[in-house]
């Protein structure tokens, strides 16, 4: 009872724990469907004021694609009256550009080198480089605007434009191109973090290697060498400073003793001695307070451990009982589903033991009853029979073996050595019929083709006639002979009976081996014993030769 209720308590502890923490689920779950429905509500917030803004940029788009056709009809204008009063100054020819093996002209390379530097600046820019040096970006921003007016001033508006457009359409192929490569699913399963003391995060999906991990440890260990070393200086500097100023005060105290009582030896001595039992009573209660206070941060730590390995026992303890239930739970899951088959299966092996006990019981002997025919050879009882199939223990228990046999109409004289050599001859007289079969069955359609004869209902009544008067003769000559051959084998049958039954008197003579000094025909026991063995075993070899 005491352990059915341990148990009990047990699976209560751990109902409850799990419940709590399917609480705790549950409420996590309600707080996220709360946040969701939140997110959701200002995302159709964001979509309706996006729509509206889509709306107004609709609106001003189009008015801009009006004001832009008419620019750049205004513009082709001035390019056209321009062309006319000046030469051009751009040069057509194409050059390779500093990366790849494509070509560009001198506009495009002007435009390219122009966005480039204005790329550079900006990101110098950004990065503080200049710092408060403002003259520093006057002059280059002075300089970019020089090149973008040079620029602009040596090829036309229109080939600047579409310059410019080549280059943005590059680079947004760039950019598309760099971020298809880019599989945030595969990233975000690859990402692991690893929780360090002090709440920092470390990326843990990247295993270090094992030289780095070793760098690693050697540059903490030495750094952590270096911080000792330092610590340890400072105290020696402490320490040193506290020795100089100790010995000074002693120095002081020692002065002002002689000063005052220089006269008395005696009570300079004294007063010597209470001044330095003092000064050892504070070096002695400054290093019992320091002793307190370190013994008080070790039973800090010491508890703080004790906690933390509390901590990680339960938590080992609610891993493993974790583990424990979750096989548990996939084990019931598993039987589950195979409910009826076990329980069929448990039913059917009720009572195999006792069923194999009570074969094994009523094993007849002969199995296990062994002979010593001499002092190296050891036979069983069944193997001394020419045909030890046919003993009464074998036919009783090998009742499917002699069931096969008669249907194979394999001899019972004939040893069991010889079933194979009946099987293949089976076998063989089998294929034989088949072909005989076959080439009948040619021969008789062959016939049916060159005779004409048809397979008609009067066809074969006659042809039914014909055969049961072909039996009736065949019976009358058959019947005869086979009454013959059956007293025959009635006569023999008798005699094998006979025999059967001397042998079995011979078998349970009971003193065939109380009495060797008889003699039958002038053989002992033994002598025939032998005859009958060496027989035996020749006709077995006859046998297994045939």
């Not at 950019?175 to 973090?193: C, G, S, V, Y």
């Not at 065939?512 to 005859?531: A, C, S």
Request: proline share 2%.
């Amino acid at each position: 009872m005491l352990e059915q209720r341990a148990s009990l308590l047990q699976e209560m502890t751990s109902d409850l724990s799990d419940i709590r923490q399917l609480e705790h689920e549950i409420k996590r779950m309600s707080e996220e469907i709360q946040a969701t429905e939140r997110e959701y509500q200002h995302g159709v917030e964001a979509l309706r004021d996006v729509r509206r803004k889509t709306c107004l940029l609709g609106v001003f788009t189009a008015y801009s694609d009006n004001l832009t056709s008419q620019n750049e009809a205004f513009a082709e204008k001035i390019d056209i009256k321009v062309d006319a009063l000046k030469p051009k100054e751009t040069d057509p020819h194409l050059h390779p550009k500093s990366e790849g093996n494509e070509l560009e002209t001198t506009t495009m390379r002007q435009v390219r080198e122009s966005c480039e530097r204005i790329e550079n600046f900006l990101h110098h820019t950004l990065q503080g480089s200049f710092g408060k040096d403002k003259t520093m970006f006057s002059t280059k921003k002075d300089q970019l605007w020089k090149t973008v007016e040079r620029t602009l001033r040596e090829n036309r508006i229109g080939q600047v434009l579409s310059a410019i457009e080549q280059l943005s359409q590059a680079g947004a192929n760039a950019i598309r191109e760099h971020t298809l490569k880019i599989n945030l699913q595969q990233d975000a399963q690859k990402l692991r973090f690893k929780y360090r003391r002090g709440g920092h995060l470390t990326d843990a999906s990247k295993q270090p290697t094992a030289l780095q991990s070793v760098h690693q440890l050697l540059q903490d260990s030495q750094l952590q060498h270096v911080l000792r070393y330092v610590e340890t200086e400072k105290h020696r500097n402490t320490v040193f400073r506290l020795v100089e100023g100790l010995n000074t005060t002693r120095g002081l105290i020692n002065s002002s003793l002689k000063k005052y009582l220089g006269s008395e030896a005696g009570s300079l001595q004294l007063a010597s001695a209470v001044v330095q039992a003092k000064l050892d009573l504070t070096a002695d209660r400054a290093a019992a307070l320091l002793l307190r206070q370190e013994a008080e941060a070790l039973r800090e730590k010491v508890a703080k451990g004790c906690t933390e390995r509390d901590n990680l026992l339960a938590i080992h303890r609610k891993i493993q009982d974790f583990y424990d239930l979750a096989i548990t739970l996939y084990i019931l899951r598993s039987l589950s589903g195979h409910e009826s088959e076990i329980y069929t299966l448990t039913t059917d092996l009720k009572g195999n033991v006792i069923a194999e006990v009570d074969r094994f019981a009523s094993l007849s002997m002969p199995y296990l009853a062994w002979l010593y025919l001499d002092s190296t050879t050891k036979c069983s009882l069944l193997d001394l029979s020419i045909n030890y199939r046919n003993h009464p223990a074998a036919t009783s228990i090998r009742q499917p073996l002699q069931a096969v046999l008669s249907h194979l109409e394999f001899p019972d004289f004939k040893a069991s050595e010889c079933i194979l050599h009946h099987c293949l001859q089976l076998k063989q007289e089998l294929e034989s019929t088949a072909a005989s079969t076959s080439a009948q069955i040619s021969s008789c359609q062959q016939l049916v083709y060159v005779s004409g004869f048809s397979c008609n209902l009067d066809n074969i009544t006659d042809l039914c006639e014909k055969v049961k008067s072909q039996d009736k003769k065949e019976i009358e000559n058959l019947l005869p002979r086979l009454q013959k051959r059956i007293s025959k084998t009635a006569h023999a049958s008798t005699e094998c009976i006979k025999v059967k039954d001397h042998v079995q008197a011979w078998w349970e003579q009971p003193a065939q081996f109380v009495t060797p000094w008889l003699m039958v025909e002038d053989h002992t026991y033994q002598q025939w014993y032998n005859k009958w063995r060496i027989i035996a075993t020749k006709i077995r070899q006859m046998q297994v030769e045939k």
